[in-house]
C-alpha cells in the first residue's frame, strides 16, 4: 500500500460520489434521530472539496488532507463539520512530510484523526457516533500486516450496522435517548462511505 | 468600547438577532455580535461566522461566547483555537439567560474573567 | 395531533419564531406555538398573546410553557391563572434548550407531567 | 372619606395625566438600571385605562377597577403589567359589593393590591420595587382614623425617593446588584403619581 496525492485526491472523489448519490439517504437516517440535514451538510461540505481540490497543484498527501479539513469545517455546518474537519486536519498533522504514504504512515494518520473526533466531540466508542465506525477501522489498520481493501469495507460496514443496537449518548441524537434504538447513526453511514471508497482506491492501486 | 465583548452562537439566526435586540435595550456600550445560521443562514452554525463574530467583538478586553445547543459548541471551540490571538472564553450557561447576565456585567466595566464567572455562579 | 403543547414566550418575537424554526428541523409531529414580544411585537411579553397560545398548543393532552427572563414569567402565570381549563406547566428550564428537550420529549408521545420531568432532570 | 364611581374615575384621569405628564422621566428612570421602557408602557396602558373607562357606564366602584386590571395586564407589556394589573384587580375583588366606598374598605381594597403584587412578584419591602411604596402607604391608611391627603402624598414621595438607597433584588435592576444604588426605582416613581393623583382626588372631595 503506498498511496501519492492522486490517490488521496480519487479516496475523495469517490467519497464525494457515495455521499452525494447517498445524500438523501443519509438526510432520512438523520430524520430519525435528529434534524434531518446530514445528508445535505456532507454533500455541501464533499463537493467543496473536490471542487477546490482539483483545481490546485499539490506535491504532498497532507497538504491536500490539510486543505480538505478547512474547507468541511467551514462548509459542512453541522456537528460533522467540526468533527470531519478535526478527523483530516490531525490526519494531515501525521502524515507530514512522509511522500507517498504506506501503510504504516496511513495507520498512524487514521489513529491521529479518531483521537481527534474523539477529543472534539468529548466521545468514546458505544455512544453511537462516528467513533463507532472510525475505532474498529483504525484497529484493523492496526493489528493487520496486509490490509485487504475488502476487509477495510467489511469491517466499516459491520460497524455501521452495529450502530443501530446502540443508544446515543452524544449529539442531537442524544436526546431521543431508549428510542434511538433501531437505527443507523448518520455520521457512522457517512464514516463508512469515506472507508469504502477508500478500500476502492486501495484495490485500484494494490 | 472599553468593555468584555459578546458573541452570540446559536444554530438560528433569528434567535440570534432578537437575542442582541434585548440586550440592546438595556446595554448599549458594549460590542454585541451575532453569529447565528450556517453560511446560507440555514439552521446550524458557522465557524467562520463565529472567528469572524470574534474578530468584531474584541476591543481588547477579550471577548465571551455563548451558544445554543450540541454541535454549536464544537464549531465554537474550534473557532476559538483559530482565532488566536483574541483572549476567549465559552460560557456553558443557557444562551439567551446567560448572555444577558453577561452582556449586563460587561456593560458595569467587569474583566473577561469577572463576566466569565458571573455568569457561572447565576446559573 | 395527539401530543403534548409547546408554548415559546419570549421578550422577543424573532427568539421564539428562531426557536421554533429550530425544533420544527427535529420534531414535527407537535404543537408549537409561539408567544413572542408585545402585541405591537416590541420586546416584552403579552398575556394575551400568552392565553392565545396555551389555547392554540392544547389538543387535549395539555401544554408546558417555556419562557425566557424575569417579566416574562409573571405574564405566564397571569395567563395560565386565566386560560384554565387547560391542563398547563411552566417550566423554569432555560428557553431555547428548555423547549428543545421538551419537544423532542413531547414528540415520543410523553405525558405533560413526563415532559416536565424530563426537562426539569436535564438542567 | 367616601370614593363614588365617577371619583375613581378622576383618580384614573389623574393617573393617567401625570403618566402622560413624566413618560420621558419614567424611561430615563428605568434606563438607569433597566431596558428603559417603563414610561412607555405605563403610558400605553394608562392611557387605554382612561380611553375605555370614559366609554362606560359604571354602577360600581369594583367594575372600573376591575376594567382597569384588565387592560394594564394586556396593555403594559413589562413585569409592571401583570403587578398593576394584579394590584387592581384585587382591588377591585376587596371592596366588591360596596359602594361608594369609605375609608375603611378602600384600606381594604389596597392591602388587597399589596398582597396581590406581592404574591405575583415574589417580592417583600426592602427590594427596590413598586412595593417599596404601596407598603408604607397601605401601612398610613391601616393606622390613620382620618386619613389626610397631604400625608398620603407625602409618604408615598418619602418612599419614593428612599428606593434610591435600596439595591434591588428583584427584577430587570436585580441585575445591576450593587450598581443599582443611587437611582429610584422606575414602579416606585409611577406608584407615586398614583398616591399623589389619589390624594388629590381625596382633596377635592374632602
Ligand atoms: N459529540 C460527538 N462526538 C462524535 N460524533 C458526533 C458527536 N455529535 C455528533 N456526532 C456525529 O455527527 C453526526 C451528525 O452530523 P450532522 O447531522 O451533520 O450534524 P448535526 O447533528 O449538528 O445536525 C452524528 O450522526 C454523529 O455521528
Ligand atoms: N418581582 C417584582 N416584584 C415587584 N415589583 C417588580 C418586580 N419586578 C419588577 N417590578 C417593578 O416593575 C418595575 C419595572 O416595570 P417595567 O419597566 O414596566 O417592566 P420590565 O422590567 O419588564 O421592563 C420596576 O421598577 C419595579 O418597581
Ligand atoms: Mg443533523
Ligand atoms: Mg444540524
Ligand atoms: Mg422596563
Ligand atoms: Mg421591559
Redesign the pocket.
Known amino acids: 500500500m503506498e498511496l501519492h496525492v492522486k490517490d488521496i485526491i480519487q479516496w475523495l472523489e469517490k467519497t464525494n460520489e457515495k455521499i452525494q448519490l447517498n445524500k438523501d439517504y443519509l438526510t432520512a437516517l438523520?430524520q430519525a434521530v435528529?434534524?434531518s440535514?446530514?445528508g445535505i451538510?456532507m454533500s455541501r461540505g464533499f463537493h467543496e472539496v473536490v471542487n477546490q481540490v482539483k483545481t490546485k497543484d499539490y506535491t504532498t498527501v497532507s497538504d491536500v488532507l490539510k486543505d480538505t479539513a478547512m474547507i468541511l469545517m467551514s462548509k459542512?455546518g453541522?456537528?460533522?463539520g467540526p468533527?470531519f474537519g478535526t478527523a483530516f486536519l490531525r490526519f494531515s498533522m501525521g502524515v507530514k512530510g512522509i511522500d507517498p504514504i504506506n501503510q504504516d504512515a496511513f495507520t498512524k494518520g487514521l489513529e491521529d484523526a479518531l483521537a481527534g473526533?474523539m477529543q472534539r466531540?468529548?466521545?468514546t466508542t458505544g455512544e453511537k457516533?462516528?467513533?463507532d465506525v472510525w475505532s474498529p477501522v483504525v484497529n484493523y489498520f492496526k493489528v493487520t500486516t496486509n490490509v485487504q481493501a475488502d476487509e477495510v469495507t467489511q469491517t466499516a460496514k459491520q460497524a455501521m450496522e452495529q450502530t443501530k443496537e446502540i443508544m446515543a449518548t452524544?449529539?442531537?441524537?442524544s436526546y431521543f435517548k431508549e428510542k434511538s434504538i433501531g437505527h443507523i447513526?448518520?455520521?457512522?453511514a457517512s464514516s463508512f462511505y469515506i472507508f469504502e471508497a477508500l478500500s476502492e482506491v486501495i484495490k485500484g492501486e494494490g | 468600547m472599553d468593555r468584555v465583548g459578546i458573541v452570540l452562537i446559536s444554530h438560528s439566526s433569528k434567535i440570534a438577532e432578537g437575542l442582541k435586540e434585548l440586550i440592546s435595550q438595556v446595554i448599549t456600550n458594549i460590542p454585541v455580535i451575532t453569529a447565528g445560521g450556517t453560511e446560507e443562514n440555514d439552521i446550524?452554525t458557522s465557524i467562520d461566522k463565529i472567528m469572524e463574530a470574534i474578530h468584531r467583538a474584541d476591543y481588547g478586553k477579550g471577548v465571551i461566547l455563548f451558544y445554543d445547543i450540541?454541535?454549536a459548541k464544537m464549531n465554537a471551540e474550534m473557532a476559538i483555537e483559530m482565532a488566536e490571538p483574541a483572549e476567549v472564553m465559552l460560557s456553558e450557561a443557557p444562551l439567551v439567560e446567560g448572555a444577558y447576565v453577561g452582556a449586563v456585567e460587561s456593560g458595569m466595566g467587569k474583566s473577561l474573567q469577572e463576566v466569565y464567572d458571573a455568569v457561572e455562579k447565576a446559573f
Chains 1, 4 share one sequence.
Open positions: 438523520d435528529g434534524d440535514d446530514h451538510n459542512v453541522g456537528a460533522s468533527l473526533i466531540g468529548k466521545a457516533t462516528m467513533v452524544k449529539g442531537r441524537a447513526d448518520p455520521g457512522a | 446550524g450540541g454541535s
